[in-house]
């Protein structure tokens, strides 16, 4: 196009030549202002042409850019989807072994138990006959002689008699306390189960807990933490019993730290007022759908945050203390696991409150999912 600009300049000033030629008056007045023309025209479409080169590179490398930025965009996307894929692998490899170890020290440790609890019973019957023995003997022959005398008096064969049922209860109360924490343990160890059960929700919350009572004894001393148990009258729930124990873990846990937290607060400035509180409730909402609700009384998500909590390697606990996974892997659990829900509130001077809701029959779920996707 420029050229033909130019070319048409110099026709325009080839005829102006011409038509001064045929005897316009002043020639070379005419023959000055065409060729002035010609190269205004030349330098006019040669500035054009420039601008427009400049323009389409300028357009060129602006699309590049665009591109440049697209691809950087898809590829930090990938990336950080690699390495929330390759921590959940790593998380969910670690809850296996866990659960195979826990399993694993829950057998051992529940035949020796078995043992002692099932010889209980035959110990309280020895003993109730050794001491009706004595009392017999006693009964009719109330005048040992002297060594048998002595011996009972250094034995104190009296509190015996009293303080060996006793005993034997203690040990009974131990035992069912032994068979009770293996039975949680063997309940929280099903992290590798890949089949969806009916299960008691109330069991896996209690098997948690129990999992969780060395931190919920050594908080804030000589304050401990006090778990308030709003269980409502709920039917067992279709789900994966592991993951959702997993999912309990995580929200209890950092309970436990927001609690830790504000008593730490107060002990630095010399108040301690708190009482320390963790409270679970369940229900059923909607019918189809167990609601649970754990809240403490703890430190609260600051609001500049809380967007950010269900964010994979979102962290604000200090370097080896968390990996930022632990609520990312439980909205997954929950919401794409379960098709449930996961929320949670918090505000300066209230409770933070977690909600899990998950369908009490997974098929209807599925087809929930299914239909909301169409």
Known sequence: MTVAGIFFSCAVGHGMHGA???????????????????????????????????????????????????KNKILE????????TQSQLIQQEKM??????????????????????????????YAENLVAFVKLYQKHFPAPVVEICKLAEKIDLEF?????????????????????????????????????????????????L???RHRLKACSDPLE??????YGDIPEVECYPGQLNQVFMNILANAIDALEEINQ?????????????????????DLNYVEIKIANNGIDIPKNIQKRIFDPFFTTKPVGKG????????????????GGKLKFTSSLGTETEFIIQIPIQQKSASRILSLSST
């Open 20 to 70: 001064s030629m045929l005897g316009l008056p002043n020639p070379i007045v005419w023959q000055a202002a065409t060729d002035f023309a010609t190269v205004l025209i030349a330098i006019y479409f040669l500035s054009f042409y420039r601008s427009f080169d400049l323009l389409a590179r300028f357009s060129q490398i602006f699309s590049s850019q665009i591109e440049l930025e697209s």
């Open 160 to 208: 015996i008699k009293e303080d060996l049922f006793k005993i034997v209860n203690s040990m009974k109360i131990g035992t069912e306390r032994i068979k009770q924490i293996v039975q949680s343990l063997q309940n929280f160890s099903r992290m590798d189960e890949a089949e969806l059960k009916k299960v008691n929700i109330h069991d896996g919350i209690d098997s948690t």
């Open 77 to 84: 996307e990938a990336m950080l989807e690699l390495q929330r």
């Open 323 to 338: 990996t930022g996974m632990g609520m990312s892997i439980s909205y997954q659990i929950i919401t794409e696991k379960h």
């Open 225 to 230: 933490i006090e778990i308030v148990k709003n």
């Open 210 to 212: 129990l999992i969780l």
């Open 96 to 125: 296996s072994s866990l659960g195979q170890l826990v399993a694993g020290v829950a057998h051992e440790i529940n035949n020796p138990v078995n043992f002692i609890y099932a010889n209980l019973s035959y110990m309280q019957e």
């Open 265 to 285: 607060k107060q002990t630095s400035q010399k108040t301690k007022n708190h009482s320390n509180r963790i409270t679970i409730s369940t229900d059923v909402v």
